[in-house]
């Protein structure tokens, strides 16, 4: 599977932004995906996940309330989409896939798209 993170940018706190990541190659209907963010010497840390078929769906409690993560399988995308954003959420964000099963461990995901950065301005 690979994937392609796009929709980062500049935005003012309160602001919001939607994040898409397309997958191509196999069955995208058959992983799990998640996104994860890396902020400026910090570890990449999980954000949000859902899973493969869309019914479940698992957040960071810093994100909870503000950001919904959806998926579309007939058109392999998943998305989060990031409303009340504030300074603490710049990072890059990247999307990454497993088969099947959720996981809020960044080493259990086989797949990952190039992030894309998302700034906060205060």
């Known amino acids: 599977v690979q994937l392609q993170a796009s929709g980062g940018g500049l935005v003012q706190a309160g602001g919001s932004l939607r994040l898409s990541c397309a997958a191509s190659?196999?069955?995208?209907?058959?992983?799990?995906a998640a996104w994860f963010r890396q902020a400026p010497g910090k570890e990449r840390e999980f954000v949000a996940a859902?899973?493969?078929?869309?019914?479940?769906?698992y957040y960071t409690d810093s994100v909870k309330g503000r950001f919904t993560i959806s998926r579309d399988n007939a058109k392999s995308t998943v998305s989060l989409a990031m409303t009340n954003l504030k300074p603490e959420d710049t990072a890059v964000y990247y999307c990454?896939?497993?088969?099947?099963?959720?996981?809020?461990?960044?080493?259990?995901?086989?797949?990952w798209g190039r992030g894309t950065q998302v700034t906060v301005s205060s």
């Open positions: 190659g196999r069955s995208f209907g058959s992983y799990a």
């Open positions: 990454a896939a497993r088969r099947l099963v959720t996981s809020r461990d960044r080493d259990q995901y086989d797949f």
């Open positions: 859902i899973s493969w078929r869309g019914a479940n769906t």
